[in-house]
């Protein structure tokens, strides 16, 4: 692999170009991701001539990703490194002058703040000093303020009574150590000094996951300086992240408007480069189970919708440089796709062939960045000086992934039983022979509102498809209903049907492999993460044909992840069972939907995994099916990740997570 080692921090350090290849030589195995260099966050600079990203590999020794932010010029490929690697870096922001990036990373006191560097060399000069770190921030237009999102001090305990620290809970996740507190927004100069504290009150900045789509974004800066935009939260309880509107705050009075009303599920507001409008998602409908469309509103409310005529779910948008119109992003089919939307005219879908993108920035000279891969090629920086025309790669980081031997990846459709459409990703084995039938391994993905796609890296189970290609397995990822990935109608079906619906397009999925002279169907596994842990619950407790199963943070109980879960995942039982576990309409589905109730059925060897604070899927639940099913002598092994919330962050505690998966599967496949 072809590494970056700058002769100084801010040397030139490599000139990027497409690297001969060797003839593929094998095929990959999970620990060759050991090579993988993710790239993220690229940001275009305002002049186009450059683009900055941060670049991360993993370190085994330390446990740790080693990251630092690069500058890419986007004539040549040359790479400049702005920061070391000593300490983690992420969200790199441009001036709007272009002569520096901001960035968070670790501060003084082991907090992250924001860290100003000169782009053409020097030291990154530490800009905050939020005693509780910094979230979230944006530069002022003019370059010379920073708007920052910091937490509030947490309650402190009165001198004289240094034990009285207990709190009240609300909707919170239940390893709750301390009282929630509210996030606020704070302005300080770009070369640090006195902060201003600009927002207050019970309420507050939008910090952790969303219910169904929508993420916590950055502060907006509107064009003229006065007003910043955000999303409120009601509160600051981990699971109301429902309770979500637009704002905006007056940069010189503190006044926070609320230009769409008393409303919810609202996300990622940002001004337009050009005026007081601000975009930003909310659903589609007809319940918050549903696509996200990209909307806008103007400071004094009123506004229209960007994504009619697009039945795709928005995950991610980026205003166009005149301010007239967005690129967004979502799936479609088995790719993630990027349209350009105007008001008043049809839908552009942005040519990007077999690529799939994961991040897009556009700078104001119009450039177009992304980091995308394909099924088979690494993830790598892309340009496009137009939406209308070819993709440009920029890098080749993970030149030394081609020398390996991949399956092919096609889309795969069929027809469920009550005639819905479903697709998802099929890998063929690497040295798949027509005529002969081989071994399958199904993985089922969570969100539910989210889909497989035929990306290299980019979803839970991408780094196992092609491991299991080269160990001659069909790799099957269903998209059933509730995933996102073909339009509204089918992500809605999931609505009040979160098991059996879903298992039918699963087990209609593998039947029509069957039919096409594919598969051994004596020699079938199933796997899953998340909400795809749901479902292997649910299909091993309906179905005994699987060799063997492995459940990673799943979702068992209803009643439990209603009562106990944070990130949102209360309003997600809510809304998508169509009512609380009190209200009469939806108290029974609590019991007949959740995998549990059926435990008592599955005879399939079951791994459990599950992450030690993980607050998402509430970890009660692995123990109480672990002991469902050691009590009916079922072969259960339940393996918990320490340190871990919902998915393995670490190098090596990730890379074990995966392989356990894999052990567990050829270990039962004899």
Same mark, same amino acid.
């Given at each position: 692999?072809?590494?970056?080692?700058?002769?100084?921090?801010?040397?030139? &350090?490599?000139?990027?170009?497409?690297?001969?290849?060797?003839?593929?030589? #094998? $095929?990959?195995?999970?620990?060759?991701?050991?090579?993988?260099?993710?790239?993220?966050?690229?940001?275009?600079?305002?002049?186009?001539?450059?683009?900055?990203?941060?670049?991360?590999?993993? *370190?085994?020794?330390?446990?740790?990703?080693? #990251?630092?932010?690069?500058?890419?010029?986007?004539? %040549?490929?040359?790479?400049?490194?702005?920061?070391?690697?000593?300490?983690?870096?992420?969200?790199?922001?441009?001036?709007?002058?272009?002569?520096?990036?901001?960035?968070?990373?670790?501060?003084?006191?082991?907090?992250?703040?924001?860290?100003?560097?000169?782009?053409?060399?020097?030291?990154?000069?530490?800009?905050?000093? @939020?005693?509780?770190?910094?979230?979230?921030?944006?530069?002022?237009?003019?370059?010379?303020?920073?708007?920052?999102?910091?937490?509030?001090?947490? $309650?402190? $305990?009165?001198?004289?009574?240094?034990?009285?620290?207990?709190?009240?809970?609300?909707?919170?996740?239940?390893?709750?150590?301390?009282?929630?507190?509210?996030?606020?927004?704070?302005?300080?100069?770009? &070369?640090?000094?006195?902060?201003?504290?600009? %927002?207050?009150?019970?309420?507050?900045?939008?910090?952790?996951?969303?219910?169904?789509?929508?993420?916590?974004?950055?502060?907006?800066?509107?064009?003229?300086?006065?007003?910043?935009?955000?999303?409120?939260?009601?509160?600051?309880?981990?699971?109301?992240?429902?309770?979500?509107?637009?704002?905006?705050?007056?940069?010189? &009075?503190?006044?926070?408007?609320?230009?769409?009303?008393?409303?919810?599920?609202?996300?990622?507001?940002?001004?337009?480069?050009?005026?007081?409008?601000?975009?930003?998602?909310?659903?589609?409908?007809?319940?918050?189970?549903?696509? +996200?469309?990209? @909307?806008?509103?103007?400071?004094?409310?009123?506004?229209?919708?960007?994504?009619?005529?697009? *039945?795709?779910?928005? %995950?991610?948008?980026?205003?166009?440089?005149?301010?007239?119109?967005?690129?967004?992003?979502?799936?479609?089919?088995?790719?993630?796709?990027?349209?350009?939307?105007?008001?008043?005219?049809?839908?552009?879908?942005?040519?990007?062939?077999?690529?799939?993108?994961?991040?897009?920035?556009?700078?104001?000279?119009?450039?177009?960045?992304? &980091?995308?891969?394909?099924?088979?090629?690494?993830?790598?920086?892309?340009?496009?000086?137009?939406?209308?025309?070819?993709? !440009?790669?920029?890098?080749?980081?993970?030149?030394?992934?081609?020398?390996?031997?991949?399956?092919?990846?096609?889309?795969?459709?069929?027809?469920?039983?009550?005639?819905?459409?479903?697709?998802?990703?099929?890998?063929?084995?690497?040295?798949?022979?027509?005529?002969?039938?081989?071994?399958?391994?199904?993985?089922?993905?969570?969100?539910?509102?989210?889909?497989?796609?035929?990306?290299?890296?980019?979803?839970?189970?991408?780094?196992?498809?092609?491991?299991?290609?080269?160990?001659?397995?069909?790799?099957?990822?269903?998209?059933?209903?509730?995933?996102?990935?073909?339009?509204?109608?089918?992500?809605?079906?999931?609505?009040?049907?979160?098991? @059996?619906?879903?298992?039918?397009?699963?087990?209609?999925?593998?039947?029509?492999?069957?039919?096409?002279?594919?598969?051994?169907?004596?020699?079938?596994?199933?796997?899953?993460?998340?909400?795809?842990?749901? +479902?292997?619950?649910?299909?091993?407790?309906? *179905?005994?044909?699987?060799?063997?199963?492995?459940?990673?943070?799943?979702?068992?109980?209803?009643?439990?992840?209603?009562?106990?879960?944070?990130?949102?995942?209360?309003?997600?039982? !809510?809304?998508?069972?169509?009512?609380?576990?009190?209200?009469?309409?939806?108290?029974?589905?609590?019991?007949?939907?959740?995998?549990?109730?059926?435990?008592?059925?599955?005879?399939?060897?079951?791994?459990?995994?599950?992450?030690?604070?993980?607050?998402?899927?509430?970890?009660?639940?692995?123990?109480?099916?672990?002991?469902?099913?050691?009590?009916?002598?079922?072969?259960?092994?339940?393996? +918990?990740?320490?340190?871990?919330?919902?998915?393995?962050?670490?190098?090596?505690?990730?890379?074990?997570?995966?392989?356990?998966?894999?052990?567990?599967?050829?270990?039962?496949?004899?």
């Amino acid at each position: 692999m072809r590494l970056l080692k700058p002769l100084s921090l801010f040397a030139l &350090t490599a000139t990027l170009g497409v690297q001969a290849q060797s003839a593929p030589t #094998a $095929p990959i195995q999970i620990s060759d991701y050991r090579q993988l260099v993710t790239l993220s966050s690229p940001q275009v600079s305002p002049d186009g001539n450059w683009v900055a990203v941060v670049h991360s590999v993993p *370190d085994f020794k330390t446990n740790k990703r080693v #990251a630092k932010i690069l500058v890419i010029e986007t004539a %040549t490929g040359a790479v400049r490194a702005l920061t070391s690697g000593k300490k983690s870096v992420s969200s790199p922001r441009w001036s709007p002058t272009g002569d520096r990036i901001a960035y968070i990373s670790e501060g003084a006191k082991t907090t992250d703040q924001v860290f100003v560097i000169p782009v053409k060399g020097g030291s990154g000069r530490q800009a905050t000093a @939020a005693t509780n770190g910094v979230q979230q921030f944006c530069w002022s237009p003019d370059g010379k303020q920073i708007a920052y999102v910091t937490p509030d001090d947490k $309650p402190h $305990p009165s001198p004289l009574k240094p034990h009285d620290d207990l709190f009240e809970v609300h909707d919170d996740g239940f390893l709750i150590q301390s009282a929630a507190v509210p996030s606020h927004i704070w302005i300080t100069g770009a &070369t640090g000094g006195a902060a201003r504290r600009l %927002t207050q009150g019970s309420w507050s900045v939008l910090e952790t996951d969303a219910p169904f789509s929508g993420a916590a974004s950055d502060p907006s800066w509107s064009p003229d300086g006065k007003w910043i935009a955000f999303a409120r939260q009601a509160n600051a309880n981990n699971s109301d992240s429902d309770l979500s509107t637009v704002a905006a705050v007056n940069v010189d &009075t503190g006044e926070v408007r609320s230009p769409t009303g008393p409303s919810s599920y609202e996300y990622q507001p940002t001004f337009s480069p050009a005026s007081d409008d601000i975009a930003f998602l909310r659903p589609h409908g007809p319940t918050p189970l549903s696509i +996200m469309d990209a @909307a806008m509103t103007t400071l004094v409310g009123g506004g229209t919708n960007f994504s009619v005529g697009l *039945d795709r779910n928005v %995950t991610d948008f980026a205003w166009m440089p005149d301010g007239r119109g967005l690129i967004v992003k979502g799936s479609e089919g088995i790719r993630t796709r990027l349209w350009v939307l105007r008001s008043g005219q049809p839908t552009l879908a942005i040519d990007l062939g077999d690529l799939s993108p994961s991040e897009t920035d556009i700078g104001k000279s119009g450039l177009i960045a992304i &980091t995308a891969s394909s099924a088979s090629t690494p993830p790598e920086i892309y340009l496009l000086s137009d939406p209308s025309v070819k993709v !440009r790669r920029l890098t080749d980081f993970n030149a030394s992934l081609g020398r390996f031997q991949y399956g092919k990846v096609t889309e795969f459709t069929w027809t469920a039983p009550d005639a819905e459409k479903c697709d998802g990703v099929l890998t063929y084995p690497v040295h798949y022979v027509q005529g002969r039938k081989y071994p399958l391994m199904v993985f089922i993905h969570g969100g539910p509102e989210a889909a497989s796609i035929a990306s290299y890296i980019g979803f839970e189970g991408d780094l196992l498809r092609q491991s299991f290609a080269g160990q001659d397995y069909f790799y099957f990822e269903p998209n059933y209903r509730g995933s996102d990935n073909l339009g509204n109608a089918h992500m809605h079906k999931i609505y009040q049907d979160p098991g @059996a619906g879903p298992a039918s397009d699963v087990l209609s999925g593998i039947a029509a492999l069957e039919q096409e002279g594919l598969i051994d169907a004596a020699r079938v596994s199933v796997a899953g993460h998340s909400y795809g842990g749901y +479902m292997t619950a649910w299909l091993i407790g309906h *179905d005994h044909r699987w060799l063997s199963a492995t459940v990673g943070n799943g979702v068992f109980d209803w009643m439990d992840t209603y009562n106990l879960s944070a990130s949102g995942n209360l309003a997600w039982t !809510r809304d998508s069972l169509g009512g609380t576990p009190s209200d009469p309409k939806s108290a029974d589905l609590y019991r007949t939907g959740s995998p549990i109730t059926y435990a008592g059925q599955i005879t399939t060897p079951t791994l459990i995994l599950s992450c030690a604070v993980d607050e998402q899927a509430p970890l009660t639940q692995s123990f109480a099916l672990y002991h469902r099913l050691k009590d009916h002598d079922v072969p259960v092994t339940f393996i +918990m990740v320490p340190g871990e919330r919902h998915t393995p962050k670490s190098p090596a505690r990730y890379e074990n997570y995966l392989s356990a998966i894999a052990d567990w599967i050829r270990q039962h496949d004899r």
